[in-house]
């Protein structure tokens, strides 16, 4: 943990001293040392010195010090950092003081490593990370939705940049964007911002995030609480390596094209905030609340990188949001494709030239149930055949999914409705029956819509029903509605 010279200037309490330096902000300084004339400088250490030797040393070297007594500064070179302390001259307290400062320092960086490296949430990392900042300060991802802040004191009391903040879940747009941008590409220290804006012109410190060569996010404060001060800015410089060095093992908001971190986090049913949720879809033109079904395409062997069967079906679905996951491929499907038998020819033809699987869940009405749909898509594979490459569709499997779960909990004859077991399993034809019987029920005990599901004449289901009565003595046309589900369960009991 290196400091700067502001900050340890910042530290100190007596009341006469005062910094002189003409350096830019730079994280150097590792320790202090006792200043020995026949030991060379180096700029990773500040040096403690009285007056006298520091007015007397002859050097051109990079240095800084900490000087006991009172000096006149134009005597010093510009080249130099010194805290003059002019009513100091014990040197072991002085010492002491300044150690305590760089221990201090030492203790709260390691910490934060060891939070990072045992998988402390984020939120914890970023708390203990912000310990010496005086004004609270917001994470950022790459489209300004707000990821997490350090506690307010008084939430009542905020600038209208943290109102705004709070109450939308995600940062303004700047008017004057083109130059914010530049300051993102060409810093990586944190940058004084103030734009033009209808906020009143708040001074803002913001730091950009980047992690693995790709700008992640940022770091965003204003003067809440106290001025901005140049231990300000450095303390945030030491949050903003210290955020970047846990984003790198991190995978709450993990940085991935095909996987924005919000759908991670959804998929893993991690909380998120319905603002921010809302605020990245609406990059995407879409809302919370709007209707979808989730493919999910697998392949039938380990692919390295999905990037180019993405483009395919990104070509294939127009109204989606596409990502990988778990080395499959998933689309949100908002033109709900499986309504449209024309739509879904090419979908099967992807599959075959690819060798992938398809599953479908059914529809959803809010994203905050992606993990459900996703789900839903597991399900769906654990019954599709694997050598095929076809569509399983969940609603297909779901009669085969509840019995699954229902014969590991219970026996099966139990709920069958008696008159179903008159029926001779060992005759074929009793099959048809069967597969009569329960797509009557499916379609509302609507006899056309039923020949229509079985591909038959409408006459022939009537004419099945009737062997049924005749069989059980269950009259089609009588069953009450209470009744329906136990038959529908029935018939798919006795067809497995």
Sequence with gaps: MKLSIQILFEMITFSDTRLVTSQ???????????????????????????????????????????????????????????????????????????????????????????????GQPLQTIFDAACA??????????DSQGLLMYTSLKDPDKVDAIWKHVLDKGYSFKEADSIALNENFKSEHMPFYYQSPDSF???????????????????????????????????????????????????????????????????LNKTYID??????????????????????????????????????????????????????????????????????????????????????????????FELNLAYAQCQVSKEFSDERAFKITFFEDIYSDFVLNILDKNTELDLLITPQLKNLNMNDPYTKELLLCLSAYIVNGKNIS????????????????????????GLNYEKIQDHALFQLFLSCNILLR
Excluded at 57 to 86: H, N, R, Y
Excluded at 341 to 355: M, Q, V, W, Y
């Design 449 to 472: 819509a039923a020949a229509t599901t079985l591909n038959i004449h409408r006459h022939t289901v009537v004419y099945r029903l009737k062997n049924i009565e005749k069989l059980t």
């Design 200 to 266: 009143g012109n708040i001074k803002r410190l913001i730091a950009p995030i980047t992690v693995n060569g790709q700008i992640f996010g940022s770091l965003g404060m204003t003067e809440l609480i106290c001025p901005f001060t140049d231990s300000e800015f450095t303390n945030l410089y030491l949050v903003q390596q210290m955020i970047e060095n846990a984003l790198k093992i991190n995978d709450e908001f993990r940085k991935n094209h095909e996987a924005p971190w919000y759908i991670y986090r959804l």
């Design 24 to 118: 830019n902000i730079k994280l150097n300084l590792s320790g202090i040392h006792f200043f020995h004339k026949n030991n060379a400088l180096s700029d990773e250490f500040i040096y403690l010195i009285n007056a006298q030797q520091l007015i007397s040393l002859k050097s051109q070297e990079s240095a800084s010090f900490i000087c006991l007594g009172d000096i006149d500064e134009t005597q010093l070179p510009s080249q130099w950092s010194v805290i003059i302390m002019p009513s100091q001259s014990d040197k072991i307290e002085i010492f002491e003081v300044f150690q305590v400062i760089f221990d201090r320092y030492h203790n709260w960086s390691s910490r934060i490593d060891d939070y990072i490296f045992n």
């Design 132 to 141: 010496h900042l005086k004004n609270p300060v917001a994470l950022f991802d």
């Design 274 to 367: 319905s603002n921010i949720l809302a605020h990245h879809l609406e990059q995407k033109g879409k809302k919370i609340n709007d209707p979808f079904l989730l493919w999910c395409f697998s392949p039938s062997s380990q692919i390295n990188n999905l990037n180019g069967y993405i483009n395919q079906l990104s070509k294939l679905f127009n109204k989606r949001i596409i990502f990988s996951y778990h080395s499959e491929i998933l689309v949100c499907d908002y033109e709900m494709l499986l309504k449209k038998s024309d739509k879904t020819e090419p979908i099967r033809n992807f599959l075959l030239k690819n060798e992938f699987q398809a599953t479908t869940s059914m529809v959803f009405n809010n994203l």
